[in-house]
């Protein structure tokens, strides 16, 4: 967004949103191959029970990664992340080696799916479903999001100061929506509440004018029912489930109603329509990854929601929310950076509402413009979002009080486009209109990547804060997790969780170094507990100390080693911790620090005498 506009006010922000897909089913695809690096107790689907992701073997997972792609969203590459296959895999092997994901957001368009009404266009489908198994085979896990923002593309004039996408356009012309134009607006989220033509399409969609959200399911079903049978069995144990909306909004409400009764009266019978579609598509084991209001958890503009009345969804759902901070993004209404704890208490509802809902949660989007007056920013916010994912208690203290963490949240950051800077896309269409720029999307730059002169996926913001030590995959039940990444703000180094001076050898040992802390109770299982380990986590520098055993540069995984490294399946050379234990129902921990060269044997044991001292008095 360009400087002199990113400088006020207060709306929302960010994306996401509506789409479709295609029908018919080709010839069935070949096995595909076990995925490279896989252990004997990967690749197994995922469901939802205790109010957590859980893999076959019992495991609590975390997702983490990112939004393949805002490219989706224009036309250059008609409506796909990539424009071939060949940078689908380019981007899952970065995504994986250099940002640390095990899992995307993977946007689809409803105007490419059924660009004719009624009939969907196999070819977009085919295309986007080779991009998806360019993730999958990768070992990372996939969820598509029928993607929409401000209703359609198609609402817009070519000489617009804005654009949308979403909807096609035989929908839009069904419509006879008026002029839009959007009065005195400084950002594109206004157009939400303020542009007469989106309110009207918006309007239309939920109501099912023309039947609009009957094709829309329709094709929805299309959609699924290929992908399942154009991937493998593997393949699509690797896909979670499905996004059905993003960033739903009423448009405009009818008489006496409210953003809650919106929700009970009109979004949640979608969803519960949604969720048939996806059983009678064959995916009746993979839940519907259900969005609340968009304003639900504003921090400016803010509508009461969140499926409050839904009542317990239960396993055939999830929790999907997004978190922008719309005070920072605005310019005016946060002068500062970001700090420890800053949204904690945000995240912290997301929790709450998903253990309500008797579900687990994921947050979709969240992230800070690169450009612009407050990109400045951007370090400590994304800093502060991802502590507030791995905990819900702050990093001062943190250490006093780690039993309040809460569950550590699954997320996927706004976004992974490798063409930021380098597009080509015609504004609605305008050919003297060619954005280039950023995401060239509404003067959006969020993307974390981007290609280099060599065409080379180069990281646009800290590998610190990016590649992050996660715990992918626990035996039994995580208590508390803490990661501080010491990312920097310029030459700052950002600490915000130090080690208390209580603990003077695991302070020595950490030193400046990265590290992060897990405790977990034991589950009845046998697979090994896992953690992401950065690239700046090299084996030979690693420092692992546990109750199941102390380790400096930790051997190659074995059924008997208690604390190992071994790769992640993919094929990438990204690499994880795994932590072996043989009971249930014990309390565990684990610390891993990149921090002390060669500690000493002793220095390792008063460590481990100290961790467990704590672990007594903070857990027992």
């Not at 999958?136 to 923002?149: M, S, T």
């Not at 932590?579 to 060669?598: E, K, M, P, Q, R």
Request: proline share 5%; glycine share 10%.
């Amino acid at each position: 967004m360009p400087n002199i506009r990113a400088r006020l006010l207060v709306v929302l922000v960010v994306l996401c949103g509506l789409c479709g897909f295609l029908t018919v089913a080709g010839s069935p695809p070949a096995t595909a191959a076990t995925v490279p690096d896989s252990l004997s107790f990967d690749g197994t689907a995922l469901t939802v029970s205790g109010g957590r992701f859980i893999d076959g073997h019992g495991r609590e997972v975390v997702l983490r990664g990112y939004n393949v792609s805002g490219e989706t969203k224009l036309a250059e590459n008609h409506g796909l992340p990539f424009a071939s296959v060949a940078d689908a895999q380019k981007s899952a092997k970065a995504l994986r080696a250099l940002g640390g994901g095990n899992s995307v957001r993977f946007l689809l368009s409803w105007a490419y799916a059924e660009p004719v009404q009624g009939q969907v266009d196999t070819a977009y489908l085919a295309a986007a479903t080779a991009q998806m198994r360019a993730f999958l085979d990768a070992g990372i896990r996939v969820y598509p999001d029928f993607h929409q923002d401000l209703y359609s593309r198609y609402l817009f004039d070519d000489d617009s100061w804005y654009t949308g996408d979403g909807a096609p356009k035989w929908a839009v012309d069904l419509g006879d929506y008026p002029d839009e134009s959007c009065g005195i607006c400084i950002m594109w989220g206004q157009n939400i509440t303020q542009n007469g033509a989106v309110k009207a399409g918006q309007y239309d969609f939920w109501h099912n004018a023309y039947g609009l959200q009957d094709a829309f399911l329709t094709t929805a079903q299309k959609v699924m029912a290929y992908i399942k049978q154009n991937v493998s069995t593997e393949e699509f144990a690797g896909v979670l489930g499905f996004d059905p909306y993003n960033e739903p909004y009423a448009g405009t409400y009818d008489s006496g109603q409210a953003s809650r009764t919106w929700e009970q009266n009109v979004l949640w019978p979608f969803y519960v329509k949604f969720r048939a579609r996806m059983d009678a598509a064959g995916w009746q084991d993979k839940p519907a990854l259900v969005e609340p209001n968009l304003f639900w958890n504003g921090n400016v503009s803010k509508q009461e929601g969140g499926l409050l009345d839904a009542g317990s969804i239960g396993s055939r759902y999830v929790f999907n929310t997004h978190f922008y901070d719309q005070k920072a993004i605005s310019g005016i209404l946060m002068w500062g950076n970001a700090s420890d704890g800053q949204y904690v208490t945000d995240f912290g509802t997301v929790r709450d509402r998903a253990s309500a809902l008797g579900t687990t949660a994921v947050v979709s989007e969240f992230g800070h413009p690169l450009n612009g007056s407050t990109a400045g920013k951007a370090p400590t916010v994304l800093k502060a979002m991802y502590q507030a994912l791995d905990s819900r208690v702050k990093g001062a203290n943190w250490w006093a009080s780690p039993a309040g963490s809460g569950p550590v949240l699954s997320g996927s950051q706004w976004q992974w486009d490798i063409y930021n800077g380098r597009h080509s896309e015609l504004m609605n269409g305008n050919p003297d209109k060619v954005q280039t720029s950023g995401d060239a999307w509404n003067d959006e730059d969020l993307s974390a990547v981007r290609l280099d002169d060599n065409g080379v996926v180069t990281l646009r913001q800290d590998s610190r804060l990016l590649d992050r030590l996660y715990p992918s995959a626990t035996s039994g039940s995580t208590l508390a997790f803490t990661y501080e990444d010491r990312s920097r703000d310029g030459s700052t180094t950002l600490t915000w969780n130090p080690v208390p001076s209580s603990l003077p050898n695991v302070s020595a040992l950490v030193g400046s170094g990265q590290y992060g802390l897990l405790v977990w109770r034991s589950g009845s299982g046998t697979t090994p507990t896992e953690l992401h380990l950065p690239a700046s986590f090299p084996t030979a520098t690693t420092t692992v100390v546990s109750d199941l055993g102390t380790a400096y540069a930790p051997p190659a995984y074995t059924s008997s080693t208690p604390v190992g490294t071994a790769a992640e399946p993919g094929g990438t050379g990204s690499r994880r911790l795994l932590l072996t234990d043989s009971d249930s129902g014990t309390l565990h921990y684990a610390l891993v620090t990149n921090g002390a060269a060669a500690p000493s044997a002793s220095v390792l044991s008063a460590a481990k005498s100290e961790l467990a001292t704590w672990m007594a008095a903070k857990f027992s």
